[in-house]
């Protein structure tokens, strides 16, 4: 806890006037050389949290949707189709019941 340092979190508004009139001179400068200079990554966002954490919620929505968008695509089994599969799930378990009985039986009969 003691590596948290408040003044790193927040800004106060002389500084951010600062380096607002700093950024506003290096434009000026860039113009008078006719370079094009890109916004700077320290200026203020002006919006208040609730928008920013809004717009942050809005992205993740959309990507989850877009994540799972194609779950919904996979068509379910109908009645006929479940009915089928079970008949074969219950046929193969007792083929294999009737082999281990086999199995055992011919167990018993080589200990004798």
């Known amino acids: 806890m003691d590596d948290f340092k408040v003044t790193r979190s927040f800004i106060s508004q002389s500084e951010i006037d600062e380096r607002r009139a700093q950024r506003q001179q290096e434009w000026e400068k860039a113009r008078q050389e006719g370079k094009e200079v890109p916004p700077h990554p320290d200026d203020h966002d002006s919006r208040t949290l609730y928008e920013r954490l809004l717009e942050q919620k809005q992205k993740k ?43 055992q039986v011919e167990l018993e009969r080589f200990r004798r």
Request: avoid cysteine.
């Open 61 to 103: 929505d959309d990507e989850y949707r877009e994540a799972t968008r194609f779950a919904n695509l996979v068509p379910k089994l109908n009645e006929d189709e479940y009915d089928f599969l079970h008949k074969l799930d219950t046929h193969q378990q007792l083929l294999e019941k009737e082999k281990r009985q086999h199995e």
